[in-house]
Structure formats: C-alpha cells, structure tokens
C-alpha cells in the first residue's frame, strides 16, 4: 500500500494541477482555486526552493552585519592581546603617568606651554575689541581688516617663535600650543567673517542669524558681540561661527560619563619605532619594510583611538557640557570609496571652515573647482607641516607632501577604482601612509638629536 500510495499521490496531484491551470486559462473563475491548489501542493510535495542569493553577495541586499563586526572586534583584540603581554614583559611599562606629566612639565619651574594658551586670550580680546569698534563706526572696514590681518598673523607666528627659541617646549607641549593656536586662529577667522557679513546685510537678513546663550531668545548683531558669546564660541565644538547655535534641552550626567574614555598604544609603539632606528639609518629596504609593517598595526589602531577619543568622546562631552547641538562631528568616512570622499567626512568641523571660508569664497572669485580643491589641500598641507615641524624643530616636509600627495592619489582612486577596490584603496592609504611619515619624522629626529650626541 505505501509504494501505491507514493507512486500515485504524485502522479494524482500533477495531473490535477495540470487541470486546473488549463481550466485558468479559459475560464478566470478558477484563479483563485488553482493558486490555493498550488500552496497545497507546495506543502504536501515539500518544495522548499526558490530564486533567492547569498547573503553575502552584494546583490542579495543584504546589510546587517553586526554580528560580524562584533566577530571582527573580538579576533583583533585577541589576536593583539599576546603581542601586548609579550611587549609588557619584554620591555616593562615604558609609558607611565609621571613620564607623561613631564613630557609637558620638562622643567618643573618652567611652564612655557601652559603659559602660551594663558597668552592666547590676548588675541581673541583683540578680536572682540575690533569687532566692537566696527559695530560702532570707530573703525573702518579697512582698519579692521588689517587689524584682524595682524592679529591672526601674530597668532601663527609668536607661538611658534617661542617653541623654536625656548628649549623648555617640549615637542608634545609644541603639539599642544600650536594646536590649540590653529584652532583659535581657524575660528577667530570665521568670527570675523560672519560679522563682516551681519555688517553687509540689512537688518531683516541679520535676524535671521540672530542666537544668544538661551534657547528662548534670541539676539542680533551687534547684540552678540559680548565676552560670554566670544568664549562660548571658543570652547564651543566647532570651528564656524554663527549667530544662533542649536542648543540640546539640558545636560545628560549619564551621557558625560560614558564619553570618559581614553586608552594609549603607545607602550605597543616605542619598541618597534626605537627598533627601526637602525635599519633606516642603513637604508636597509627589506628590514624598512618590514618595520614599516610592523608599526601600521599599533599605529593605525592609535589613530582609530584617538579618532573615536577625540571625534566621539571628547567632542560630546564639550557639546554636553554646553548644550551645543549640533553633534555630527564626522560621517561615514569607513565606506570611503574615494581619498576626496574621506577627506570630506572624516572631520567635519574642518571641513564645514574650508568649505564655508575657503572653498566657496574662491568659487565666487571665479576659481574653477579644481583649482579650489588644491587650494584647499595645499592649505591643509601647511598646517598639517606647521604642526609637527615646529614642535620637531625641523623642516623635512614628510607632512607637506604626504598631503599634496592626496592629490593625484584622489585622481587615481576616482579614475581607476570603484566600489569595494576603491574603498580598500583608501583604507590602504591610511593604514600604510601614516606610520611612513611617523618613520621618516621619528628617523630624522633621531638622527639630528641622539646620534650627534652619540657621536
């Protein structure tokens, strides 16, 4: 009975189905029947296929990758844990808190760093005060711009005047100092701006860039020329300056603490670049390269570190602790499939200065677009120069050009890759061009300060 039961009820089904669609196709009163026939054959003979594919294909759209990203975190923090415990105990704790402390604090009655950002008030006084006796008619347009010209030339040129001439700086207090100088001057710069624009606009258009501390009320220009409004927009997450900021309703205790979070690498760090002395000292290619390899693991894990201590943790803390806003302080640079596309997400606070100040202020001069966006590169390049060469006290330009390399790396990577290759060509660029330069600074310093003295 079962072999006729198997050998029939097939045979029986397929032939009624046949029917039934014969019968669909001359008669529509049968439509409804044949498609709850078909689910019913469907379950009796166990059909279980269909055209469907891979989840890990790019054309099945599927996206939830979570579980695999934890997977990935997991495996890189085990699979670095035993280098970790291997550096411990070969080397000891080379980075401590007291030596960090005296990075900073070389001479204990010397506090040249930490004197330099007190001096920094100084400039952003000056700015205020010419903003003011603009407002008022005491000075012209002319005077103001040259007096504004002055200052922020003096902010990039006094401080690193006493970084090269005071020994006592040390190359992480210069870091810091020009750092915190840069920023001012980028912000002093868009101050000035927007003011400028408030004094060209009538007095309907200048309302509608009006803002004041509360979320309440709000002032107009000249109203927000104050000290409380100048040093909010200073210590304020950002680097454009506006008459009405975004406020958040109140400060979250619990979102402050969990932005607490900082880690260093530079333990993982110091043996492999003091290794790598001596084979760049002899030009040795092979063991280059292969120091070089070494030092892209620890150091592009510091740089995502610090991107995520700076850009996450640090950036919301201060925009907690003022209430500020306006929180998107990078966007998905990681899926970067070109070098201008990264450029463009992975620091939005710059980015949002070069493109209101710089890049768009050149386009209404009648710069093409090209010409702007070099522009824009060569003005990164020198800052990014300024910062590591003053501090190092010397000129080598590994930053300069690292960054004007961009250039035909974005035309190449725009032109030639796309997609997965053009994202793995960026994240190629990052993990490989970084430690290059921290290889050729670390190898000239040490070449120019601790080998004379060997000598």
């Known amino acids: 009975h079962m072999l006729i039961l198997c050998f029939c009820c097939p045979l029986f089904i397929h032939t009624v189905v046949h029917i039934f669609y014969a019968a669909q196709s001359s008669n529509k009163k049968f439509s409804t029947l044949s498609v709850w026939l078909g689910i019913c054959v469907s379950a009796i003979c166990g059909l279980c296929h269909k055209t469907q594919q891979s989840l890990l294909s790019s054309a099945s759209g599927y996206s939830n990758y979570r579980g695999v990203l934890n997977w990935c975190v997991v495996m890189l923090v085990l699979s670095n844990a035993r280098l970790f415990l291997e550096n411990l105990l070969r080397y000891g704790i080379l980075v401590d808190p007291i030596q960090v402390i005296s990075l900073f604090l070389n001479d204990p009655y010397s506090w040249p760093a930490a004197c330099l950002v007190i001096v920094s008030n100084v400039f952003i006084l000056v700015a205020l005060y010419t903003e003011r006796q603009l407002s008022k008619g005491s000075f012209t347009e ?67 860039l009006a803002r004041s501390l509360s979320c309440d009320r709000q002032v107009c220009y000249p109203g927000n020329l104050t000290i409380r409004d100048m040093y909010y927009f200073v210590f304020a997450p950002t680097l454009c300056y506006e008459l009405n900021f975004p406020r958040s309703p109140n400060i979250r205790m619990s979102f402050l603490l969990r932005r607490l979070f900082l880690l260093s690498f530079h333990q993982w760090m110091i043996p492999i670049i003091q290794s790598s002395m001596k084979p760049l000292e002899d030009m040795d290619l092979s063991r280059m390269t292969e120091r070089l390899l070494r030092l892209a693991v620890p150091n592009h894990l510091m740089w995502l570190m610090f991107f995520y201590w700076f850009f996450h943790s640090s950036l919301n803390f201060t925009a907690e602790l003022l209430r500020f806003g306006d929180r998107q302080f990078y966007k998905d640079w990681w899926n970067s499939e070109s070098v201008t596309y990264f450029w463009q997400n992975w620091n939005i606070p710059v980015h949002k200065w070069c493109l209101r100040h710089f890049y768009k202020p050149l386009l209404r001069r009648g710069f093409s677009k090209k010409v702007s966006q070099s522009a824009v590169f060569f003005l990164s390049a020198f800052f990014h120069e300024y910062l590591v060469s003053v501090p190092l006290r010397m000129f080598r330009l590994w930053a300069f050009m690292g960054m004007m390399a961009q250039l035909p790396l974005a035309w190449f990577v725009g032109h030639f890759l796309r997609g997965n290759y053009g994202n793995a060509a960026v994240w190629i660029s990052i993990i490989i061009g970084q430690p290059f330069a921290v290889l050729m600074y670390v190898h000239d310093y040490y070449v120019l300060h601790y080998r004379q003295e060997a000598d």
């Not at 690193?160 to 915190?180: E, H, K, Q, W, Y």
């Not at 710069?189 to 606009?201: G, H, T």
């Open 142 to 208: 002319l005077v103001g711009f040259l007096v504004h010209c002055t200052n922020m030339a003096v902010m990039l040129t006094f401080p690193a005047a006493v970084v090269l001439l005071v020994p006592s700086v040390t190359p992480v207090g210069g870091v810091f100092v020009l750092g915190t100088y840069t920023i001012l001057f980028l912000k002093l710069y868009s101050y000035k701006d927007v003011n400028m624009w408030c004094r060209e606009l009538s007095t309907v258009k200048a309302k509608k």
